[in-house]
C-alpha cells in the first residue's frame, strides 16, 4: 500500500492533472502527470470497465502497480501528480513484463532521476 502521502484522492486533483498534465504512453500502459507544489510525489491508478467487469480483477491490476510503485517510489523525482492508465491487454500480462513495462514509461517521460 501507498503511504497517504503519495496517494492521489481528490477528484480535483485528477481533473488538474487531466486538464493541465504531459501524456506518454508505452504498449498497454499510459501516464499523465503535472508538477505539485508538495515535496513528494503522488499516484493515481485508473482501471476502467473495459479492463475487465469484475472488481475483483480491476482490483487486482491496481494492487500489482500500487506494489511496483511502492518499489520505486525512492528513485522518482519529486513534487508531480502522476495518474497512471491502462488497457484491458493488462489482464493477460505477469506480474514482471508490467513492471518492465512501467519502468520504460517513468523512463519515457523522465519521472525517475
Do not use: H, W, Y
Not at 504512453?25 to 501516464?31: A, I, K, R, V
Not at 469484475?54 to 502522476?82: E, M, T, W
Not at 506480474?95 to 519515457?108: H, M
Amino acid at each position: 500500500m501507498l503511504s497517504k502521502n503519495n496517494r492521489l484522492r481528490k477528484d480535483k486533483d485528477f481533473e488538474k492533472v487531466f486538464k493541465e498534465g504531459k501524456f506518454f504512453s508505452e504498449n498497454f500502459l499510459s501516464c499523465k502527470f503535472t508538477k505539485n507544489n508538495l515535496e513528494a510525489s503522488r499516484f493515481g491508478f485508473l482501471v476502467g470497465v473495459k479492463v475487465s467487469k469484475k472488481a475483483v480483477d480491476r482490483n487486482k491490476v491496481k494492487r500489482r502497480l500500487r506494489a511496483i510503485v511502492r518499489n520505486l517510489i525512492s528513485s522518482f523525482k519529486p513534487s508531480f501528480d502522476i495518474v497512471i492508465m491502462v488497457r484491458p491487454v493488462i489482464k493477460e500480462k505477469t506480474f514482471s513484463e508490467i513492471q518492465e513495462t512501467l519502468k520504460k514509461l517513468f523512463i519515457k517521460s523522465q519521472l525517475l532521476n
